[in-house]
């Protein structure tokens, strides 16, 4: 027996325990000879146990899979207690984490011309108080022959929120 096959013999062995348990290697290889020594170690672990093994190399990492896992009661148990805990774990973690904040909401600079006057404020053309009106805030009643009733401020422009009127 040459150094390679005493090497794959013993991670066989090794790797019979987790196949068992798991149903499932994954090892990281570095060379082609470590890629076949693995593959080798992991279809004799499959001999060893008696069980169909695949063995398959994805990335860097090989994998050996048992084929029938999950054929027998015992290993469904087994895998459903491990979903299980996994997703008990995940929730213990987000109970005892405070909830992330959403992200702070900007308004987009597109939108911001439309945006809606505050509560506090009327959504008129008036005066803030405090401040004399002009006469462009005065309503005006426009009556003319053909003319229908209309009441309401004149204005051109809406005011500046941010301008004081010195007065």
């Excluded at 040459?2 to 290889?29: M, Y």
């Amino acid at each position: 027996m040459s150094h390679g096959q005493d090497h794959a013999a013993e991670l066989a062995a090794t790797w019979t325990t987790e196949l068992r348990r798991t149903g499932r290697i994954h090892t990281p290889f570095h060379s082609d000879d470590e890629r076949e020594l693995y593959r080798r170690a992991g279809r004799k672990a499959g001999r060893l146990l008696q069980r169909p093994v695949r063995t398959l190399v994805v990335g860097s990492e090989v994998q050996v899979l048992l084929t029938d896992w999950m054929d027998r009661p015992l290993e469904r148990q087994l895998e459903h207690a491990r979903t299980r805990n996994a997703i008990d774990r995940a929730f213990a973690a987000a109970e005892n984490q405070p909830a992330p904040k959403p992200p702070p909401s900007r308004p987009s600079p597109r939108f911001a011309a439309r945006r809606a006057p505050p509560l506090d404020r009327p959504a008129t053309c008036a005066d803030p108080p405090g401040i004399p009106s002009s006469p462009r805030h005065q309503p005006v009643n426009r009556k003319g022959p053909n003319a229908p009733e209309r009441t309401g401020t004149h204005t051109s422009r809406l005011p500046d929120p941010h301008h004081r009127n010195p007065g």
